[in-house]
DNA sequence: ACATTTATATGATAAATATCATTTTTTTTG
DNA sequence: CAAAAAAAATGATATTTATCATATAAATGT
């Protein structure tokens, strides 16, 4: 079992905040899980008991719609951790946790971080702002979904996944979505999604390269995102 | 000034932790302020520090969208609380507070808020409970935004409006919101709105009583909202 | 390697929604 | 109370977006 006090990813979440001791506790509650791309690491209305660490992947948080759809509400990467906010509610998991690609997370249960909720003040403070930075996030997407045009959200969602997540050597995304999960996060139907990125294409915004895609004209975007 | 041992709305509120002592200190500190019908509590890029605690009245959280459309994201009313997440996340507030009617509001500064945080833990705990409810609605709120139609949106919004504030003798909604505000909740246009109440009307689903509403056929309408 | 499934793409069309113009009603103000 | 301004309502039309059908390309299993 590897140690918590040696795990680099810790540094980018709340978790810096817990001192050596409170490490070695964590290291010997905590458990360790592989999952593979397309698997779960929790469900919508699962009660999860606890947070995951992402120590490795990338995964997608989704929200199944009353008309069926599922829609992507947000993407969440290493060093960010997963399950908080349904842990301090005491209620289950409101959206579903889906790998993207291999992961590698840790779980830790709820009693052992409820510990250091009440000892270590700087933690909890780190998990406030944390969660009041995506009440923040939320808001303004939330707003995004209901002003602007499914061509403004389309142009702002690749320049999100190139900002955030970077590209590859070819200049490709390095978060690869299907057609049918980028058309889930901007809120639209799938074919809408994909003659958009034809029109974007056809301007020289971006290129598509196979089923991958590559910003060409970021400035131009920047724009039509607003 | 009122005694905040005495004031009823702090029992609604994460301020309901707070024992005698503390309540003493509040009130000290505190500052009443009255709010007339338009008027802001903030605006969104202001430095607000400190958090707002509404005694009387209802207001709407506004963001302005980059198409330059107001989009009300949240109507808050007597008992809550306002500015919580700028505070914890030290930056300027992100929506702007308008009165609905005339409030009642008390502010209480940031340094008192954050020295309750460091030594009640229960007031930390209510604090973060809220900001996470407030979290999971915007999530679900988006969700609805990205996936229903303008016309599910507006019998949600309905809905909503009728179980959150309630009815007046004469069956009206309680909150009257023009047809300007109503659309910037639903994100549509001003004239789709208002095409849709007289869809709505027609169907017998609302009653148009001059500018109010009445909801008629309710279970039809939250079908409608699915 | 080939058959089968799945993902991507495109055309045709329908439905939803926005925009602009105009009218009617309500509210405000002098 | 009359005039002006603002809000609500409706029609005509344009634009956006969804849906259904079908074609093509890519991935997968045996």
Redesign the interface.
Known sequence: MSKCEQCIVREFSSLKALNKDELIKLSDCKTSKLIKKGEHIFEEGENVNGIFCIKDGICKLT?L???G?D?I?KLVTKGELLGQ?SM??D?PA??SAIALEDMHVCFIPKNEIMGF??KN?QF??N???T??????T???????????SVKERLAETLIYLHDTFGINKDETLKVQLSRDELASM??TATESCIRLLSDFNKLGLIELVGKKIVLKDINKLKKMA?
Do not use: T, W, Y
């Open positions: 929200k719609s009353p008309n759809k829609h509400v906010r301090i509610s209620e409101n959206l909720f009440d003040n909890s403070m998990v406030m702002k969660i009041c930075g995506d009440l923040k939320a808001d303004d997407h939330m707003v995004n979904m209901a002003q602007k901007i809120g607003d």
